[in-house]
Structure formats: C-alpha cells, structure tokens
C-alpha cells in the first residue's frame, strides 16, 4: 500500500510516469519494493518463479565447463556475478571449477542491491572461503582491474526498468506513460513527445519504415551495464562471461509482465509491490555494446546447453544419483524448445 500511495501521490502532483518510474519505485522502493522487503523469499518452489540453477545443478556446471574451456589454464581469475539472486548458480560454477582444476579463483565481486539476497548469498558462499565483495556499481571494480575474469549474468538485465514508446499517425513516436485514473492505474500515451523521446532520440534510432514496430520498449540502463561491462574488458588481460535471460535479438514491443507464484498475471497493476516486474532483454542492444571489447556469441538456451554437452552430463548423473526423474526433467526442463530451451538466451562474449 505504500508504494501505490507514493505513485498515487506523485502523479497527482507531477503528472503521469514513465514506466521506468513505476517499475523502478515497484522492484526498488526501499525497504517495500519487491527486491528489497524481506517477508518472503521470492525464488523457488514457495516463491513467485524458479530460475534455472533452482531447477537443475546441471545448467551451473555446463556454463562452468564453458567458461573452463575459454580461459588461460594454471591462472588466477576473479569472478563478477550481477544480481546473483540465492548464489545458487555461483555455487555451482565454483564448485565445478574446483573439482576440475584449470585455475584458480580469486576474489568474488557480487553486484547486489538487496539486503535480504546479500545475507542468503553470504550463507551460501562464506563457506567456500573466498574473498567476497558486495558492490551497487560496477564502477566499484577498480581493484580488479588488470586481472583475469570471469563474468555472470544469469536473469539480472530482466529485472532493469524499461521505457515504452508508440508511434503516431504522424510516424512520430510518444512515450507511454503510467495514470491513476477512476482509482485505477492505466496506460496512457503522452500527447506529445516526452523529454524522454528527445533525449533518446527514439525516432532516429526506430526510423520510420514497414519492418519497424509501432511501439517498442527500451532500456537506458541496460545500455548502461553494457557498456561498463565492456569497459571492464578493456584491460591487458583475459575476461570472459554471459548473459542468460529471456528476451529477443532486437526490441520487443509489449513484453511488460507481472510475475506471482509461477503465473503470469492479467496485469502488471495487479498485487503493486508484491508481484515481480520484468520485461524481455534486447540482446542486440547488449551486444551492439559489449562487441566494441569482445568477440561475441548468441545462442538459445537449448543451443548453448545441448552443444556444451549437457546431456552427457546428465546420463552420468542419472546413472550415479538416487534422484534419477528428478535430473531427467530438469533436463528436460531446461532444454525442451516450447519451455526454457527456445525462450531463454545466452549471449557469451570473450575478449578479442
């Protein structure tokens, strides 16, 4: 109730929002956003979704033998995770990393704005010894400079707000913004081009013509991380790393959902505060920018899975563990085209 007061109250006096407000003061409002209340854990079985680490330890160790088979054997590399949710992913890549023994790891540095996730990350990962260091920047790397790394991006950019934009009849674009109407939030488009729409240069960068969208979702701040990641790559010495997400290669156009106990919701206006916010990952966008660094790769989940030899990984286990159905359908799961397999992607990048 208090972030819906807020943004009741703010547009009352300010007029509507931009979606990126409303997402940003829904997934950040402090201590009542989604991302930063404590009442309840929002991954996993009891929670609003399950990623891919939760479903199967086996999607951690593919990306890790990935990662094993790019690096500089017999090297130190510190690891970089952005938005590492319950750490279950870095737990499994480290743990992976250190049966096989290739190289060694050095520090870890964990991009984590939620006080609640920091204290699961800190049960899950200070038994493994590891210099650990939480950050809100990736500026905050400087340390780490002239170092070898390893970078994860596992279902973080999703999270990262959006603006919306629709085209006119007049082939120019206004922003759609966020009312408080007849006690109700609503849409609405902007009777004229937003500051927003100047400042992005949203009809230069979508011109005019048959193959482009009318309306089409964006995200500066995405655009930001990418670059500080390619900026971290720029260095003497060896970096590789991923970004897993849902999302297209290129923008979407109405991908705004509201996510609550594994469903998706009818609409995103529905449980403010308590229900997850995302929207899908241009990764062209992403690797319009990280390729100024590095050599890049994008691939499906299944592609990048399946081509890495998951399911040989996967016949090991169910021929050495009791929980044989239980490894079988995480496979299946993760790998199946009308589940994980075909919407989820990976864009991997190495530096040149």
Same mark, same amino acid.
């Given at each position: 109730?208090?972030?819906?007061?807020?943004?009741?109250?703010?547009?009352?006096?300010?007029?509507?929002?931009?979606?990126?407000?409303?997402?940003?003061?829904?997934?950040?409002?402090?201590?009542?956003?989604?991302?930063?209340?404590?009442?309840?854990?929002?991954?996993?079985?009891?929670?609003?979704?399950?990623?891919?680490?939760?479903?199967?330890?086996?999607?951690?160790?593919?990306?890790?033998?990935?990662?094993?088979?790019?690096?500089?054997?017999?090297?130190?590399? %510190?690891?970089?995770?952005?938005?590492?949710?319950?750490?279950?992913?870095?737990?499994?890549?480290?743990?992976?990393?250190?049966?096989?023994?290739?190289?060694?790891?050095?520090?870890?540095?964990?991009?984590?704005?939620?006080?609640?996730?920091?204290?699961?990350?800190?049960?899950?990962?200070?038994?493994?010894?590891?210099?650990?260091?939480?950050?809100?920047?990736? #500026?905050?790397?400087?340390?780490?400079?002239?170092?070898?790394?390893?970078?994860?991006?596992?279902?973080?950019?999703?999270?990262?707000?959006?603006?919306?934009?629709?085209?006119? #009849?007049?082939?120019?674009?206004?922003?759609?913004?966020?009312?408080?109407?007849?006690?109700?939030?609503?849409?609405?488009?902007?009777?004229?081009?937003?500051?927003?729409?100047?400042?992005?240069?949203?009809?230069?960068?979508?011109?005019?013509?048959?193959?482009?969208?009318?309306?089409?979702?964006?995200?500066?701040?995405?655009?930001?991380?990418?670059?500080?990641?390619?900026?971290?790559?720029?260095?003497?010495?060896?970096?590789?790393?991923?970004?897993?997400?849902?999302?297209?290669?290129?923008?979407?156009?109405?991908?705004?959902?509201?996510?609550?106990?594994?469903?998706?919701?009818?609409?995103?206006?529905?449980?403010?505060?308590?229900?997850?916010?995302?929207?899908?990952?241009?990764?062209?966008?992403?690797?319009?920018?990280?390729?100024?660094?590095?050599?890049?790769?994008?691939?499906?989940?299944?592609?990048?899975?399946?081509?890495?030899?998951?399911?040989?990984?996967?016949?090991?286990?169910?021929? %050495?563990?009791? %929980?044989?159905?239980? %490894?079988?359908?995480?496979?299946?799961?993760?790998?199946?085209?009308?589940?994980?397999?075909?919407?989820?992607?990976?864009?991997?990048?190495?530096?040149?």
């Amino acid at each position: 109730m208090i972030i819906e007061s807020f943004l009741r109250h703010k547009i009352q006096f300010s007029g509507p929002v931009s979606v990126s407000d409303f997402m940003r003061a829904i997934l950040s409002f402090p201590k009542e956003g989604y991302y930063t209340r404590k009442e309840k854990d929002i991954i996993g079985a009891k929670g609003d979704f399950t990623t891919s680490p939760e479903i199967s330890q086996l999607f951690g160790e593919v990306i890790a033998c990935w990662f094993l088979s790019k690096v500089h054997e017999k090297q130190t590399y %510190n690891i970089i995770e952005l938005g590492p949710g319950r750490a279950t992913l870095l737990r499994d890549v480290i743990r992976t990393i250190e049966t096989l023994k290739k190289i060694d790891i050095g520090s870890i540095t964990l991009l984590e704005s939620s006080e609640h996730f920091k204290n699961i990350q800190k049960q899950t990962l200070t038994p493994l010894g590891y210099d650990i260091k939480w950050i809100h920047d990736l #500026s905050e790397c400087q340390e780490i400079h002239d170092s070898n790394k390893i970078i994860i991006c596992h279902e973080f950019f999703d999270s990262l707000p959006i603006h919306v934009f629709e085209r006119d #009849s007049r082939d120019t674009f206004g922003e759609i913004l966020v009312d408080f109407v007849r006690n109700n939030f609503t849409f609405v488009k902007s009777a004229r081009p937003t500051i927003n729409c100047r400042l992005l240069k949203i009809d230069e960068m979508f011109p005019c013509s048959r193959y482009m969208p009318n309306s089409v979702e964006v995200s500066p701040l995405s655009w930001k991380f990418a670059r500080d990641l390619a900026k971290i790559g720029r260095d003497t010495c060896h970096t590789i790393g991923i970004i897993a997400d849902y999302g297209l290669y290129g923008p979407s156009t109405s991908s705004l959902r509201a996510i609550k106990d594994h469903g998706i919701l009818s609409s995103p206006f529905k449980y403010i505060g308590k229900a997850d916010l995302s929207a899908n990952v241009d990764f062209m966008a992403l690797d319009f920018y990280l390729r100024s660094t590095y050599k890049t790769f994008f691939q499906t989940q299944r592609e990048f899975l399946l081509s890495n030899h998951i399911a040989a990984r996967a016949s090991v286990l169910l021929k %050495n563990y009791s %929980n044989q159905a239980e %490894n079988a359908i995480g496979l299946h799961r993760l790998t199946d085209e009308n589940r994980m397999g075909n919407v989820y992607k990976f864009l991997c990048f190495e530096k040149k």
